[in-house]
């Protein structure tokens, strides 16, 4: 996860710039149908858009990738786009959010990627109007599989419906994504929380790290929309909006809470790990302590000991230097101190629960 | 308590999918009663519902278990439950919900369980029409044991009032399963505090650990209630929900708080003991230390001595060559100084209060 | 402070059930009056009261401790209290709250006690109809005793008023129960904090640990009460109470506003009193580390030393061999050496800034 | 600061009961003016008030100290200021509040004093009506000389305007005393930051403490007076208050939020000293261990050595036996594997980057 | 990032009472245009703007530096600012803020400033009445310059809009200023995660700190400004502000938030990465206690041993005194031991994990 993934202009620039993008590289898919036809037209040139756009079926256009700036400024103009708006669909990064009026629906939302321990956010934008409706998706791959082969297939209302229902089909498609997501979360947490009751290494450390890193970063992309679909709930007059659709989005704004819930919950509970992790180090370290601490103190005093008898007073000259060392069993006695003093230890470390 | 428990379809499916379910295990209990006559089926069949449905009576059908996909179809058929209910019941793990209009109230809520030292929280569904009303619980046992005794008994008011009494008595049931819960917790809780302060070990850490863990989950699951209640309290003109009902309701809102503010409590109250685990820790860390400072210390000095007297510096070639050797009271000297070295540390250490 | 307070019945019990209570104690003082008369009643009968509630002069029954289940019901029935209020009274450890309507007021509250080093909330419920006031308290004590006095000795407003402004006046001396409880804790708090500084034994530790808890509970058990009298000013146009009351009713919720925000305080406080001893240890610990370092340090080198002159190299056969041993000045040299180390590891030491 | 301020009578007592004051000890200062005409009467007896109450010019009354109840009733009896409000004018320790009607308007702010390291907070009470400002403030020194001298020099607008102007004018001043305390915090803090990167004592950390305490403390004594301006600014309507009064005063509420926000932003940043502080001893403790293994470790291995050639076994009975003693290098062939020992655990702890 | 850096007169002082400034360093460049005419006059004179501001076409004035009380007070009289705003330009160190009225709209904006790994906030002013705009930037470089270009090249609407459009670009311009300094210090804190896992000075715990408290401080600074936005969106009545500005303004808003939350996000980081260092500082402490254990263990029992043999006990006295020393292999013996302790020391440590 990028900490920074924002797109700008350098601050003065006139709004509604459009940088030449020379790495461009995106596909348009267009699909104009109703109840009985269905007409997809893959990898389509932007200029051939407009005679659909103007029919009286849904027409869906689907730019999949990092579009140019001049493709942008056609679809734009032909679908009288503000160019605030085109702006933000090629400058990617931007929060979420919506804007309604009664002719068009402008929404810019956040899809979740999880791919093995990496995961960021693709920008999807929706652009609505009465007939048409314009999807731009960042990332490789087309999200809407599912949903294209729903019209094909005329599975669900979708082909009996209008628009702002493939709208709802396709804003229930990037919030759910988050579904799969939340469920690989899940289970790196179980892993760690596992792992962590074994072993103690700096990898695992950073492993939790990372996931409360990128927890919060997803947290906060995700976060506004919330907003947006709450937004989308409150235009409850607006003519682009039927009441069927407005059903479905309750729906989708119950995935969008309950998905913010989880997040919230996982986040917290890799800050748990995080305090779980620093508390079993300090218990470790205890337990490392408390074992060189006996094992040193049981030799220091026979250390001491035996030292004491490699003293060199020499007791030819005086009867009171080291009597001992000519006694009968002194070899003996000093065994029998030694072993007299490492029991009385290890007495005294039982008593203190230390062993 | 799992992490993730939400059964979802794959981004981009149809609203309303039921996946067919090869594992259904369910059994479908009906109670059709009014003042006078009280008529209890239980294990009928789906089909056989029908016609108690369209009777005047107060019908309630309780489906306990994991319904299959043909049985929730029919049901939702004959009660004109919307298909996105319906996916509802089936895909278990929602977030807590209330759907309110003229004609029907959709209620989702969750019924924690605690068995021993797990916990999990069973799904309760709930749909209300005019005189019926069917709930679908998860899990092995009818958790509505005591308002079918009421039922058959008529203890209390539940015969003589509408089907909307019946559904306050199963929220309340369903949410009043949380006091248990947090007696049991408290139990828990207070254990651990009581026993932290006699042991430091792993094991204590990962029960703190789970518990948080386990509050945390539950929490999220049930903070959601607090809504669905007051969603259902602000509907005070629904034609469904009869004034004294509502005056029950308000009784249950408290109690939905009261258990929210105690989780929170107990939350923050394991997050405390955590902190006291580490800080106590560190308080043993230190004890040990300081043990071992002083008992190396003590011995260190006379060791280093005794290690002076055992040099092979020879005295015959030289007067200053260690003539404490051939002192007559040499040896017992050094035993003197090491009593005034080991007694001057002792004062040290006593005057430091490090022991 | 017990965690869990609350008596309950099993999920699922009748609303308003009463369970029979063996062990009830309790005592009922009656108190009529008007502006010229004064009776008070100790210890009557609860069948006696029914005749002073329905006299036109104010009435104050005070109910002190746990009431039996016959009680209540008769006290219920003559004054018309909700079977649901009966129930809450009977089972304390409910949250303060408030019901009001035109013709009667239903109050829980929290009083806290402070004895000594151990904390408690006992409930306070109070019940006021057009000309009578029940109040029932939980505990040994009647918490009333000035209140009593006023009305005995024509202090104050209190006999000129109504009976609603001798619920505000209940209401006041309950809240203030908070400010000796608040003064209390403050103490701790400050003795915990001086004695900081000095000691750091586990003793020290659990009474943080044990404040902090009191007053995570106390917190909890109080919140609620801000709510209530904040409803209570809300229902300014309730015929039971009196524009005064009202304005007096105010002072009452400042007070309350005041002993929250100090808990708070007081709980960030311990939370940073934790803190500040966790980081004490560690200090302590580090000191302790420091000293033996330099202790052992300084030591090792001269062992080491000692140590090479205790080999037994035979000089007699090689000129290489130790023949320090038989220079004439071997031996002090060896202790010039010490010295040297000593004093260039005390150098090193201090200019470590270590000592 | 004091943890505990507030001056309270028992739970239960009468409301509007003043003590009687042995230790008052106040003196009362009068101002009377209009645009021509400036009068100013110091230490004035509370009796001869009433006359410059009753005229027609703006009379400014100042109360500093500690004032008797006598003098209170009497001023209260004067002015009609309600009972309530007079008890919380000798009851110190209020928490900042507002009490609007058309005729009164009366105020409790706390004044933020910082002297050297103490600090402490002194109530402000003003009360305003139609021609009347009375203030009283605790503390020793008059903190409105800087309002007196405007006054007498005919400074700014403050003699031409009624004595709501006067009031804002008090107001200002009570809450910009907050900025000189802001400062002397920041210097603080500052100063504290740069010690901790040099020494890491025991005075430090309860320096950092104290400092946390005491911004707690200050927050929650000042927090409420955002509230209070609020409310004054709110009560546009109110006839006491004019226009260009209302515009100054939302000048004075940017101040008050803006010394809030600064407070809990010094607050948070102690708490992250706090943390430094602790992370940074962890540091250090680290460091001392490091050197301590490597000394230790750099002896231990050569220590050993010199002992096993410090054994008595005799190589007369026993070509195996020591016959190194006998060597012709043996001695240095000893040195030599001590240096190569020593050698090689440097190079080792400069490969474990340790040293 | 200074900790307090408000500008501010005595408590007491008359509102609107500006200091002589005796370092006062600006410059005032005047831009006079409409679609057609630009005319731009570098460092002129104040006294000579209020022919231009008289005028009907656009006139923007903008005052880079520190500007002297005489030219504030002259543009204040000639504009009808009020007082207590020319005091607020003055008095940097405000609070974001905004006042608006039909004639007037004063605004007050933190510009962020980034250079190296300092960091600081500059003060933007902006006056707007009907024809003219002043604007006044503190620091040394007009921030303003790209929007200068944009006017005198007719790049976008400037030039054809009225200075409602002027004061969003410059409110635009501000605000961005902000994602530059956001890249720097995602960088920042993607280098210090990097370097965390390498090295763990005490520099970097420095870092850290020094991060987390300038991005704490540049919050509370930014923070008012989305209030401000805001209520300038509400404004939408509002005759001095039109229809294409307000939702050019809706798109300023958005950054607002977006940089408040990236700003949030990065605290919270850095939080994150001080709890990361101190856990992997105790981990790494935890890996020396464990090498030194380890070493020391293993020495321990074989010093002990030699010593016993190092003792002087006399055989010829007693068979039982050291019969060892005259083994035959006595001394092979020994090392044979030792082997053997440390085999069994390592094969212990190993099954424990530590090695």
Same mark, same amino acid.
């Given at each position: 996860?990028?900490?920074?993934?924002?797109?700008?202009?350098?601050?003065?620039?006139?709004?509604?710039?459009?940088?030449?993008?020379?790495?461009?590289?995106?596909?348009?898919?267009?699909?104009?149908?109703?109840?009985?036809?269905?007409?997809?037209?893959?990898?389509?040139?932007?200029?051939?858009?407009?005679?659909?756009?103007?029919?009286?079926?849904?027409?869906?256009?689907?730019?999949?990738?990092?579009?140019?700036?001049?493709?942008?400024?056609?679809?734009?103009?032909?679908?009288?786009?503000?160019?605030?708006?085109?702006?933000?669909?090629?400058?990617?990064?931007?929060?979420?959010?919506?804007?309604?009026?009664?002719?068009?629906?402008?929404?810019?939302?956040?899809?979740?990627?999880?791919?093995?321990?990496?995961?960021?956010?693709?920008?999807?934008?929706?652009?609505?109007?009465?007939?048409?409706?314009?999807?731009?998706?960042?990332?490789?791959?087309?999200?809407?599989?599912?949903?294209?082969?729903?019209?094909?297939?005329?599975?669900?209302?979708?082909?009996?419906?209008?628009?702002?229902?493939?709208?709802?089909?396709?804003?229930?498609?990037?919030?759910?994504?988050?579904?799969? #997501? @939340? &469920? $690989? !979360?899940? /289970?790196?947490?179980?892993? +760690?929380?596992?792992?962590?009751?074994?072993?103690?290494?700096?990898? %695992?450390?950073?492993?939790?790290?990372?996931?409360?890193?990128?927890?919060?970063?997803?947290?906060?992309?995700?976060?506004?929309?919330?907003?947006?679909?709450?937004?989308?709930?409150?235009?409850?007059?607006?003519?682009?909006?039927?009441?069927?659709?407005?059903?479905?989005?309750?729906?989708?704004?119950?995935?969008?809470?309950?998905?913010?819930? #989880? @997040? &919230? $919950? !996982?986040? /917290?509970?890799?800050?748990? +790990?995080?305090?779980?992790?620093?508390?079993?180090?300090?218990?470790? %370290?205890?337990?490392?302590?408390?074992?060189?601490?006996?094992?040193?103190?049981?030799?220091?005093?026979?250390?001491?000991?035996?030292?004491?008898?490699?003293?060199?007073?020499?007791?030819?000259?005086?009867?009171?230097?080291?009597?001992?060392?000519?006694?009968?069993?002194?070899?003996?006695?000093?065994?029998?101190?030694?072993?007299?003093?490492?029991?009385?230890?290890? !007495?005294?470390?039982?008593?203190?629960?230390?062993?």
């Amino acid at each position: 996860m990028k900490l920074f993934n924002k797109k700008y202009h350098k601050p003065g620039t006139r709004p509604g710039t459009l940088k030449t993008n020379e790495n461009a590289v995106f596909s348009v898919d267009l699909y104009d149908y109703n109840a009985t036809v269905f007409n997809a037209q893959l990898n389509v040139d932007v200029s051939t858009c407009k005679s659909f756009i103007e029919s009286e079926n849904c027409t869906w256009i689907h730019v999949q990738g990092d579009p140019s700036a001049e493709a942008m400024k056609l679809l734009g103009k032909d679908l009288g786009i503000h160019e605030l708006y085109v702006e933000d669909v090629i400058n990617v990064g931007q929060r979420p959010k919506v804007e309604i009026n009664d002719e068009q629906i402008f929404l810019i939302l956040n899809l979740p990627v999880k791919e093995g321990s990496s995961a960021r956010v693709d920008q999807v934008s929706l652009f609505l109007s009465k007939t048409t409706l314009i999807s731009f998706s960042t990332g490789k791959n087309n999200p809407f599989l599912a949903v294209i082969e729903r019209l094909e297939n005329k599975i669900g209302k979708l082909r009996k419906q209008q628009s702002d229902y493939l709208l709802y089909a396709l804003i229930d498609t990037v919030i759910d994504f988050g579904f799969p #997501m @939340l &469920e $690989t !979360y899940s /289970e790196q947490i179980q892993a +760690l929380e596992d792992e962590l009751m074994e072993t103690k290494n700096e990898r %695992l450390l950073s492993s939790i790290h990372e996931l409360r890193r990128d927890l919060l970063l997803i947290r906060r992309r995700l976060w506004p929309q919330r907003e947006v679909i709450n937004e989308l709930l409150r235009a409850d007059d607006n003519p682009l909006l039927q009441d069927n659709t407005l059903l479905h989005l309750r729906d989708c704004h119950d995935h969008v809470i309950s998905i913010m819930e #989880m @997040l &919230e $919950t !996982y986040h /917290e509970m890799t800050s748990g +790990l995080m305090e779980l992790y620093l508390t079993s180090v300090s218990l470790k %370290l205890n337990d490392v302590m408390k074992f060189l601490t006996i094992f040193t103190t049981i030799f220091i005093p026979p250390t001491f000991l035996v030292g004491v008898y490699g003293m060199n007073f020499r007791s030819e000259n005086s009867p009171t230097n080291m009597p001992e060392l000519d006694w009968q069993f002194g070899y003996l006695m000093v065994w029998g101190i030694i072993a007299l003093m490492i029991g009385g230890m290890l !007495y005294f470390f039982r008593r203190k629960k230390w062993i």
